[in-house]
């Protein structure tokens, strides 16, 4: 893996959050030139996402790296919903575990950009640049010439996996529908905690509705 920039790629991924990482393993498994750029010189060490499902495990695992995936996932084993009274309004359990991963699992999101970032050590036709900053592109009918930090690049395809706020999907103007909630939402993660119970926990208060997660490192996600 090289942090240089070439002047051409087969594939440009932008971002290099869980989805863009995941895809240059994918590719550079079957020998796919592939540069992927950051614009963010370090990866960023906050939790953000905690849960992944089985699909996701086994797309992981296609990239093989599954065996190191499983010693950084605590396996879900279910969750609880709890009315305002405090009354359990449902159970539900792990599921069954159908090809070879259960269907919710819990990962410390650093700890999975970590693991996928050190998968591209393995191929010397993918490049990780970070630090790097897409900030134009062009598209005629056999590639893509972007501007990457002032140098060109060409590219017979580009990804766009730059997250939510994708700046590529707006100069695209690509719509990107739905809502987030109405109200603001604290996130803890706590490292030690009293609460061990292996269940995810929905608290449904409409007064104030909190979810408690377990973690991988010995405690608990607090949602308000």
Request: charged share 25%; with cysteine.
């Amino acid at each position: 893996m090289a942090s240089a920039i070439p002047p051409t790629t087969d594939v440009l991924i932008v971002g290099a959050g869980p989805t863009g990482l995941l895809t240059a393993n994918l590719l550079g498994q079957v020998g796919i030139r592939v540069l992927i750029v950051d614009r963010s010189p370090e990866p960023l060490n906050l939790p953000r996402a905690i849960s992944i499902d089985d699909e996701g495990c086994r797309s992981i695992d296609a990239a093989g790296l599954g065996e190191d995936l499983r010693q950084i996932i605590r396996p879900g084993a279910g969750s609880r919903y709890v009315d305002e009274t405090g009354r359990i309004i449902g159970e539900v359990g792990p599921g069954p575990v159908e090809y070879g991963w259960r269907r919710r699992n819990n990962f410390h999101q650093p700890d999975l950009e970590a693991l996928l970032t050190r998968g591209l050590g393995r191929f010397a036709n993918v490049a990780l640049a970070r630090g790097a900053e897409m900030t134009s592109f062009a598209q005629s009918p056999d590639k893509v010439t972007a501007t990457v930090d002032g140098q060109t690049i060409e590219a017979a395809v580009m990804i766009a996996a730059d997250g939510a706020r994708s700046e590529t999907r707006q100069k695209l103007a690509i719509p990107f529908p739905g809502e987030a909630y109405a109200q603001d939402w604290i996130v803890l993660d706590l490292y030690r905690d009293t609460d061990d119970e292996p269940i995810s926990k929905f608290f449904c208060d409409p007064a104030r509705p909190w979810v408690s997660i377990p973690t991988t490192f010995g405690g608990r996600r607090y949602e308000f």
